[in-house]
């Protein structure tokens, strides 16, 4: 009897350590302090890619947003109570006639703009989403405009349906996380202006100090990433072109996208479509690169000694996705996310790399 309690208790002591290994490591990768130099250099890019985009609404402000917009107020009114964007069935799998319950009516979106239809509001809310972005860019009352920044991305994105893509989801998703992190606390405005407070005042200059909560939300920010390729890498695997190998044709050759009013761009397929071996050579790597990169990333990227070979990859796909379907603001937008995998003591040793050159060369 005694010998049994005694194994059940050296069992349990086993596994009461491997858990608090466990706990251990979990806390070790979430919330290691670090100083949020990542996070600053991410809400510099992306900031800039934002202004970027919210200033191209300036082209068409009230075709996009207004009452008279190509989606009408009354339309949009009438998407927003009635139409059931995601309908729930029941367990039967039979939907059930009658009404559905008011909570599964409409698209509970939000946005300023289903408020503001006044054209000269309109527009002063669209020069205060600029400014708020900008500001954001620049680090000044990073936390405000941080949050004001990302209700503007979602009011713009709710209210002009017609132009929702991919670049706009993941705009949001920057931005929300700007929203979460001490992305203003080194290079930024906020910062410049404490040190010079402080110096006014005769005190010490604050340093950068390191904080949980940087290496938090970076690494939400990796989960995040590494979520969106799991599912365009496996999305990808449902298509039989994917499997065919020939699915990068019909990007290289889509009116839509590809930059077939270039000469040389229009040469070169024609080039490819007359070397059959060549076309097969060009299509099947270019498939298997993309499905590698995409499969390959999310588990290879944590490994240190792996991860900026993976990030290279990523970065070149991303790359050609700009250049050859002409996805520029998505191409760079996924290049900042893809920035969160580098750890913020290398981003600091990359700037300081980049004054040292700078110094020297002047």
Request: glycine content about 8%; hydrophobic content about 50%; charged content about 10%.
């Amino acid at each position: 009897m005694s010998s049994h309690s005694g194994s059940t208790e050296s069992w349990v002591g086993m596994a009461r350590a491997q858990f608090r290994d466990f706990m251990g490591s979990l806390d070790q990768f979430f919330f290691t302090p670090s100083v949020p130099y990542t996070l600053a250099a991410i809400r510099i890019m992306g900031g800039l890619t934002v202004l970027y985009i919210n200033f191209c609404f300036t082209f068409g402000l009230g075709q996009y947003v207004s009452p008279d917009a190509w989606i009408s107020q009354p339309i949009m009114e009438m998407l927003r109570s009635e139409v059931t964007e995601y309908p729930a069935l029941p367990i039967g799998w039979i939907a059930d006639p009658a009404d559905p319950p008011p909570v599964y009516r409409g698209m509970h979106t939000f946005s300023i703009f289903y408020h503001v239809t006044d054209m000269n509001c309109i527009w002063l809310v669209h020069g205060a989403i600029l400014l708020a972005t900008f500001m954001l860019t620049i680090g000044l009352w990073t936390r405000f405009a941080a949050v004001a920044a990302w209700i503007g991305a979602l009011s713009y994105i709710q209210r002009a349906q017609t132009s929702l893509f991919g670049l706009d989801t993941l705009t949001s998703i920057l931005l929300f996380y700007m929203c979460l992190g001490p992305c203003g606390a080194v290079w930024s405005v906020d910062s410049w202006l404490a040190s010079r407070r402080a110096k006014r005042l005769g005190l010490p200059v604050p340093v950068p100090r390191e904080e949980p909560a940087a290496t938090f939300v970076q690494r939400l920010m990796q989960i995040h990433f590494v979520i969106i390729y799991v599912g365009a890498g496996t999305s990808k695997l449902m298509g039989a072109s994917w499997w065919g190998g020939t699915a990068i044709w019909g990007v290289l050759a889509n009116v839509s996208f590809a930059p077939l009013e270039y000469d040389g761009y229009y040469s070169g397929l024609l080039f490819l479509t007359r070397h059959r071996w060549l076309w097969e050579i060009v299509m099947s790597f270019s498939t298997v690169f993309t499905l590698l990169v995409e499969l390959g990333l999310p588990f290879m990227v944590w490994f240190p000694r792996t991860r900026w070979i993976w990030m290279t990859g990523s970065l070149l796909l991303h790359t050609g996705i700009a250049f050859l379907m002409g996805l520029t603001s998505f191409g760079i937008v996924m290049a900042v996310l893809l920035f969160s995998f580098v750890p913020s003591n290398k981003t600091h040793l990359m700037w300081d790399h980049l004054r040292g050159r700078d110094a020297t060369s002047s």
